[in-house]
């Protein structure tokens, strides 16, 4: 059950759970930031003055996810550790020491590596679309709504796409 639980979990379900939470998360907050700057024509000001809003709106936003990511994946694979030590001690009794040695003994360094890899792409593909969306956003407010649904469910889309 240890290696089960450990390669499924830092592999393949720390990775897609933490990135549909992103997706729902900072995918709908930067698809209305960014329509909402578009409706007050703040990105039309930006790119009077000379600003590129590509620069200053989407690289940002993109890069954060990209750094965050890994991170999140980080703590969600140490979150998904420690339930399934909770779980191995309450209904089949083993220890947490046990638990740990056959963790060690049965899940490689590389399964680890390879769910913290997809993290950086995850976060690139959310920031991507979620700012692409944004900049999508029609004068109506009525759109943001729509836009930001779009960004969420294209996102949660594409990760689990790219996953498989």
């Not at 499924?8 to 933490?18: D, V």
């Not at 056959?102 to 700012?131: M, N, Q």
Request: net charge positive; proline share 2%; with cysteine.
């Amino acid at each position: 059950i240890v290696d089960l639980m450990g390669i499924s979990a830092t592999r393949e379900l720390a990775p897609l759970i933490a990135a549909i939470v992103i997706a729902g998360r900072s995918a709908s907050s930067y698809t209305a930031q960014i329509g909402v700057m578009k409706i007050t024509d703040e990105i039309a000001a930006m790119n009077t003055m000379g600003f590129r809003s590509f620069e200053f709106i989407i690289i940002p936003r993109v890069m954060a996810l990209v750094v965050a990511m890994p991170l999140i994946v980080a703590i969600s694979d140490a979150i998904s550790i420690i339930g399934g030590m909770m779980v191995a001690k309450l209904n089949l009794d083993i220890s947490f020491a046990e638990f740990l040695r056959r963790f060690r003994e049965a899940v490689d360094i590389k399964h680890i590596f390879i769910g913290l890899a997809k993290a950086p792409i995850f976060g690139f593909l959310i920031g991507l679309i979620a700012c692409f969306r944004g900049f999508e956003v029609k004068n109506t407010t009525q759109s943001i709504g729509i836009y930001t649904t779009k960004s969420v469910v294209n996102a949660i889309f594409w990760v689990i796409a790219f996953d498989a």
